[in-house]
């Protein structure tokens, strides 16, 4: 039994002499002007030529880290002998997920097998054109303070520190991370031919004033503009036919965005946390939002937006916390609203749901406490949840259609409203009293045979208001002194 656990026990040291020989495959390290340690073997004793390779712990495990932008040195000392650096080791960088440029001097004739793989922003930015060259390697190409990827030059990778820049017109993709975090970078111009904007491309460029996106790309990448422009940055969409990735724009700081006529998804959380942002048109084009897509605007500078006809579910948190949120249409194409779509809207106070609605999840309108007039087109009442309408106005006068207030009144929590209607038309009471005949017609208010009275028109709360232009909701008109009557106006 003794024999056996010493023969197990030098079996372990031989394993571990072996695996820390094999880790340790350099013969001196070196650190360069830049900061970074670099470890090096000697390949040619004779003509003093090394390879250079990173930390030499494989794959993900690494604890050496370098510089975003790393510099190879042509040449270093050692032992009092200068050696010219004439080869890149195999796996020399890989899984170095750090690194975000390679230069590479122009001494190096050999590139080892997966030196750079694995790391998915690298470039390489050098001259070397030796052989053999490894496989899994990048090979870039430098013109103008911009790197590519290919030699046609249409896939832009990355930038170096640059305030402006105009992308050259053979360019069709603007590359994962491009231009992240180049704080230094205001303005950018984006040729027509340009088909995509890669991941990240823009996240975090805090400087720039703006940006036109041309009429032919068809991605805007997942979080490519993420925590971008100043306060005062325009967005200007050029009619592009594009889909806009998850959370492109999130945590953005633009004022204005002009999607164009053409957009055709705008995908999770497109629009989240964009805490300057202001009002919202959403084309046509679209048939596809996504979940939380404007969802965290808890500076409430987002007062209005506008959905397009095409949709058929406001989805999962959509504009949750949107606090500042005073106008928002539900297309008629809608049939299911999601679980908190409209949670913390607290600012609305008039909406109007759909004919073809049938579904309202938990905590849809969750703490939408300001909104005093609730219209529902739908004939049978939408199935709702117990707290899909949690916190809301128990008082607030919910529309209904001709007939179907005792289908609501009795429908389980649509029966929490206490102020229910049914609109027929011709005003909420739907007859003539005292020969005078009140009734709207186009977002006013028609009062017949009234003649020589004053007639005075209040909202809801009580406040008087001009007839003109009303939004949808419940008004109550006074003629002379004789007679009140609520009306309802459908805009």
């Not at 897509?293 to 406001?314: E, M, Q, V, W």
């Not at 406040?463 to 002194?481: C, F, P």
């Amino acid at each position: 039994m003794k024999q056996t656990k010493t023969l197990f026990a030098l079996i372990a040291v031989l394993t571990l002499t072996t695996a820390t020989q094999a880790q340790a495959s350099y013969d001196f390290q070196s650190v360069t002007p830049q900061g970074d340690t670099l470890l090096y073997t000697i390949v040619d004793s004779t003509a003093h030529h090394v390879s250079v390779r990173g930390d030499a712990w494989s794959y993900n495990t690494h604890y050496i880290h370098y510089n975003a932008d790393l510099v190879l040195p042509d040449s270093v000392e050692h032992g009092g002998v200068r050696y010219a650096v004439t080869e890149v080791a195999e796996e020399a960088f890989q899984s170095h997920l750090e690194i975000e440029t390679i230069t590479v001097p122009d001494g190096v004739t050999v590139i080892g097998d997966k030196a750079f793989s694995l790391v998915p922003n690298v470039i390489y930015h050098g001259t070397a054109t030796g052989s053999p060259w490894g496989a899994n390697t990048i090979n870039g190409y430098e013109e103008d303070s911009l790197f590519y990827l290919d030699s046609s030059k249409t896939h832009l990778t990355a930038s170096r520190h640059i305030t402006s820049v105009v992308v050259p017109a053979t360019v069709r993709v603007i590359g994962t991370r491009a231009f992240y975090y180049k704080s230094s970078l205001t303005s950018i111009t984006l040729p027509e031919g340009l088909d995509t904007i890669g991941k990240q491309a823009f996240g975090v460029c805090e400087a720039l004033e703006g940006i036109t996106i041309p009429s032919t790309v068809k991605q805007i990448g997942e979080r490519a503009f993420y925590s971008a422009f100043r306060p005062t940055a325009t967005i200007i969409i050029n009619d592009a036919a594009a889909t806009i990735g998850n959370g492109a724009f999130y945590y953005s700081n633009m004022k204005k965005i002009d999607l164009g006529s053409r957009i055709t998804r705008i995908e999770n959380g497109a629009f989240s946390t964009c805490d300057n942002l202001d009002s919202i048109i959403v084309p046509n084009s679209v048939q596809y939002i996504g979940r939380m897509a404007f969802c965290y605007n808890y500076s409430g500078s987002i007062k209005k937006i506008h959905l397009p006809d095409g949709i058929d579910t406001i989805r999962y948190q959509t504009f949750f916390g949107c606090t500042g949120l005073e106008e928002v249409n539900v297309p008629s194409t809608v049939v299911y609203i999601d679980s908190g779509a409209f949670h913390e809207c607290w600012e609305l106070m008039k909406l109007t749901l759909p004919a073809g609605l049938t579904h309202i999840a938990d905590y849809a309108f969750f703490q939408c406490r300001n909104i005093d007039t609730l219209v529902s087109l739908a004939p049978v009442p939408p199935v709702a949840f117990a707290n899909t309408f949690t916190q809301m106005n128990s008082n607030l006068v919910l529309i209904v259609p001709c007939h179907s207030d005792s289908l609501y009144a009795a429908a389980p929590y649509w029966s929490q409203f206490h102020n229910i209607h049914a609109d027929c038309g011709a005003g909420i009471d739907g007859v003539e009293e005292d020969g005078v005949s009140i009734y709207s017609v186009g977002g006013h208010i028609v009062v017949e045979g009234a003649e020589g009275e004053a007639v005075r028109i209040f909202d809801i709360t009580g406040r008087s208001i001009r007839n003109e232009a009303l939004h949808t909701g419940v008004y109550i008109v006074k003629v002379g002194d004789r007679l009140a009557r609520k009306v309802f106006v459908m805009k």
